[in-house]
C-alpha cells in the first residue's frame, strides 16, 4: 500500500511520486489550502492540499486528529522560510494526487503531545504508544535484545526456554500461583526465575546457556518494578568469579558501544559490600555523586549527648556524618524537608551543622547540638569530614540499618537536588556479600540472594560452624545507582547445598519435597557452574533516560499489580473454578 514510510521521505526524492500511509498528527488550513503532518512510526511528512483538486480537497477538510490514511503525491521542496531543519523530512512536502481514508477515528481521550494522567496512559495504551517518545522506548528495547544475542550467539551461548508452569521455589517473593485441574488440589508457581533449570543445564552438559525470559513475582511494586518483568538470565560450566564477570563486562561493553556508541571502562571498578554499606550506605552506591558517609562513632561514644552516644556504644549501632558542601545556604524549610525525607526510612530525626566560617572554631558553626558536642569531637567531625566555610554537616545515628538506608537516600536525593550527579555511566561490581543475615525475628538465617548461591567457606561442617562469617560467592553490577544484574557461583556440592538447607531451617522432608530432583542431580556429576541475570526492563530504563520501567514495557501494570486496559485481574467463572477444584471464600464482614 505503500512505496515509502513517512519519516523516510527526503530531498533525494524531489520530483518522484511516493505512496505513504500513517495517522494524521497535525491538521491545519491555511487560507484555503490544508496542510497535514501524516505519522508513522518512522516520523512526521507534511502533505499538502491544494484547492485545484477539489475532489481530494473536499475529503481533506473532513479529516480529523488520528484518521488512518493513504496517500499518493509528489514529493517537491518546501516554500522558502517554511523548511524545518529539526524534521529529517523538513526539506520537503508531499502535494497529494490522490487520498483514501482507511479509517476514521473517535477524538482521541488525550492528544499526543500531552502529559497526560498515566492511568489513562495505560487504559489507552495503544494510543499512548502512538507517541513518538513511547515508540523510540520500544524500539531501543529491540536494539538492545539484539545487541545482547549477538554477543552471546558469536560467544558460544546456546538460547533454550525453560517451563512457565512449575513448582514453588523460595527467591524471596511470593509466587504467582496456577491451579491444576488434571491434578486436582495441586498447584504450579509461575517462575520466579529459571535458577533451578539454568542449574540442571549445567549438569546437562550444555556448557554455555542464556535465555531472555518472563519472570513473575508477587510482591510490592515500584518504580522500577512489575509483577511480571524480563530479565536476561546467563549460566556458564567450569567457571570462577572473574570468568563470569569478565564476560558479562564484555557484554555490556558491547551493548553500550553498539547501541548508544559509548565506550564503557575497559575493566569495572569493584567493591565489596562491607565498603559499599559503609561508605554509601547503599549496596549499589551510584558513584557519580561524589559524597559519602564519615564514620564517627568512636568520637561519640562519650559525648553527654544519648541519640549520638546510645548509636555509638551499641554493637549494631552507627553514628555517621554526610557532608554537604555549600549547603549551608540551605533554609531551615530545606532542611525540615529532607528530616521529613529521611524519616520515610526510619530515622527519628536529622541533626546538623552549619559552618559559616572553618576558621573561626566553633563560633563559626551552627547547630542545635553544638552545646553538647566538646571540643575533640567538633575537631574530629571538622577533620574526616573535610569540611570547608560554607558547608554543612548531616547526622544519622539510629541501628546501623537506619542510619545505612536513610543517610544512603539523603546522599542521592542530596546528589540531584543540588546538581552534584556527573554526567556519564558508572558501572561499579559490588561483591563478597554475607552469605546470610537474620530474620526480622533475629532468631533464624535467611539467605542474602537464594540458597543455591556458593558460600566462600567450602567446607559443610565448617560453615555450620560459623554461619554468621561467611561470604558469598556472589557478584552484583551496578549502573548509576541501579543494581543491573546479580548472581553468583553456585553450589555443585550435594553435601554444600544440604548444608545450606540445614542452616535456613529447610528440614529434609521440606527440601526432599521442593528440591529433591536438585539434590540428586548434584549426585550425578554437576560440574562447577555459575551465572547471573539482567533485569532488562531496568537496563533499557537506564539507557532511556525513563523515569519507569512502565515507559519501556509495551503493556505494563499499575503500582497496584492492576491493568487498565484488560481489567486485569478479573473474575472467572463458577464452571472454571469448578474445573479447578477450587471455592472462593466470601469476605468476613463485621
Request: aromatic share 8%; charged share 30%; proline share 5%.
Amino acid at each position: 500500500m505503500r512505496s515509502n514510510y513517512c519519516g523516510q521521505v527526503d530531498e533525494t526524492l524531489i520530483g518522484q511520486e511516493v505512496e505513504v500511509c500513517g495517522w494524521v498528527h497535525r491538521r491545519r488550513d491555511h487560507g484555503g489550502v490544508i496542510f497535514i503532518d501524516l505519522r508513522d512510526r518512522e516520523g512526521l511528512l507534511q502533505v499538502v492540499f491544494d484547492p485545484d483538486r477539489a475532489d481530494i480537497f473536499a475529503e481533506a477538510e473532513r479529516i480529523r486528529s488520528e484518521y488512518v490514511l493513504a496517500v499518493k503525491g509528489l514529493v517537491r521542496e518546501r516554500p522558502e522560510g517554511t523548511i524545518n531543519p529539526n524534521m529529517k523530512t523538513g526539506q520537503v512536502e508531499v502535494l497529494a494526487h490522490e487520498l483514501k481514508v482507511l479509517n476514521r477515528a473517535e477524538t482521541p481521550p488525550f492528544h499526543h503531545d500531552e502529559q497526560a494522567n498515566e492511568e489513562l496512559r495505560l487504559k489507552y495504551r495503544y494510543l499512548d504508544l502512538r507517541r513518538e517518545s513511547m515508540l523510540n522506548n520500544l524500539r531501543l528495547r529491540h536494539k538492545v535484545t539484539m545487541a545482547m544475542r549477538e554477543f552471546l550467539d558469536a560467544d558460544g551461548f546456546v538460547d533454550v526456554e525453560t517451563p512457565m508452569l512449575t513448582r514453588a521455589t523460595p527467591e524471596g517473593a511470593r509466587d504467582y500461583v496456577v491451579p491444576s485441574r488434571t491434578h486436582p488440589g495441586k498447584f504450579f508457581a509461575l517462575p520466579q526465575s529459571p535458577q533451578i533449570f539454568k542449574q540442571l543445564l549445567m549438569m546437562s552438559g550444555l556448557d554455555r546457556y542464556y535465555q531472555i525470559v518472563r519472570c513473575f513475582r508477587d510482591e510490592d511494586l515500584r518504580a522500577d518494578r512489575q509483577p511480571e518483568f524480563t530479565q536476561l538470565d546467563i549460566e556458564m560450566s567450569f567457571v570462577d568469579e572473574a570468568d563470569v564477570t569478565g564476560e558479562m563486562e564484555g557484554m555490556v561493553r558491547h551493548l553500550f558501544k553498539k547501541v548508544l556508541d559509548v565506550d564503557l571502562p575497559t575493566a569495572f571498578p569493584r567493591m565489596s559490600y562491607a565498603e559499599a554499606m559503609q561508605r554509601y550506605g547503599s549496596d549499589k552506591p551510584d558513584l557519580r555523586i561524589d559524597l559519602e558517609l564519615i564514620e564517627v562513632s568512636d568520637l561519640m561514644e562519650s559525648v553527654d549527648f544519648k541519640v549520638f552516644a546510645g548509636p555509638a556504644a551499641d554493637p549494631e549501632g552507627r553514628v555517621a556524618a554526610l557532608c554537604l558542601p555549600q549547603g549551608s545556604e540551605l533554609s531551615r524549610k530545606q532542611i525540615d524537608d529532607y528530616t521529613d525525607f529521611v524519616g520515610r526510612y526510619g530515622a527519628r530525626g536529622l541533626a546538623y551543622i552549619k559552618v559559616n566560617d572553618i576558621d573561626a572554631g566553633r563560633d563559626g558553626l551552627q547547630s542545635p547540638i553544638m552545646k553538647f558536642l566538646p571540643d575533640d569531637a567538633v575537631n574530629g567531625i571538622l577533620e574526616r569530614t573535610g569540611a570547608k566555610t560554607g558547608d554543612l554537616i548531616f547526622f544519622g545515628a539510629d541501628k546501623a540499618r537506619v542510619v545505612n538506608d536513610a543517610l544512603g537516600a539523603l546522599r542521592v536525593k542530596l546528589g540531584e537536588d543540588r546538581g552534584l550527579v556527573a554526567d556519564g555511566w558508572s558501572p561499579l561490581w559490588v561483591v563478597d556479600f554475607p552469605m546470610f543475615e537474620k530474620d526480622a525475628t533475629g532468631k533464624r538465617w535467611t539467605a542474602l540472594h537464594h540458597p543455591f548461591t556458593a558460600p566462600s567457606i567450602n567446607d559443610a561442617e565448617a560453615l555450620r560452624a560459623d554461619a554468621g562469617n561467611a561470604l558469598s560467592r556472589a557478584y552484583d553490577m551496578v549502573l548509576n545507582g541501579s543494581e543491573i544484574g546479580g548472581g553468583s557461583i553456585r553450589i555443585h556440592d550435594q553435601e554444600l547445598q544440604s548444608a545450606v538447607f540445614d542452616l535456613l531451617d529447610i528440614g529434609k522432608e521440606e527440601a526432599e519435597e521442593k528440591f529433591g530432583f536438585l539434590l540428586r542431580a548434584l549426585e550425578f556429576g554437576c560440574p562447577p557452574h555459575g551465572g547471573i541475570a539482567f533485569g532488562l526492563d531496568r537496563i533499557v530504563m537506564l539507557m532511556a533516560g525513563a523515569e519507569s520501567i512502565r515507559d519501556v514495557i509495551a503493556f505494563p501494570k499499575t503500582q497496584s499489580a492492576h491493568c487498565p486496559l484488560t481489567n486485569a485481574p478479573g473474575e472467572v467463572s463458577a464452571e472454571q473454578l469448578k474445573e479447578a477444584g477450587i471455592r472462593l471464600r466470601a469476605p468476613r464482614t463485621e
